[in-house]
Nanobody, 114 residues
């Protein structure tokens, strides 16, 4: 059974930074792509970024230059460094491991005050 746990969310002022972590159990972590999604109240869940097992990285336009994804396969953990946060970044952030099957964490709340 694969389990994911996000952490690092919280309340921060606009312009501030947070670092999210996504820790996974199981041996499949290193061979799978890890995605970060977010869902704001009343909105659909949207893809923020992903990092593949080979290190290929994608960022949505709305976070380019502000967010950085990285992974440490020795710790089965992916990090999302979020800088220059904006109020519109307020959302629950979820990590997802794999595609088919996909495993989701429970999410961590990020709130950016203006």
């Amino acid at each position: 059974q694969v389990q994911l746990e996000e952490s690092g969310g919280g309340l921060v002022q606009a312009g501030g930074s947070l670092r999210l972590s996504c820790a996974a159990s199981g041996s499949i972590f290193g061979v799978n792509t890890v995605h970060w999604y977010r869902q704001a109240p009343g909105k659909q869940r949207e893809l923020v970024t992903f990092i593949s097992s080979s290190g290929t990285i994608f960022y949505a336009d709305f976070v380019k230059g502000r967010f950085t994804i990285s992974r440490d396969n020795t710790k089965n953990t992916v990090y999302l460094q979020m800088n220059s946060l904006k109020p519109e970044d307020t959302a629950v952030y979820y990590c997802k491991l794999g595609i088919l099957p996909a495993y989701w964490g429970q999410g961590t709340q990020v709130t950016v005050s203006s």
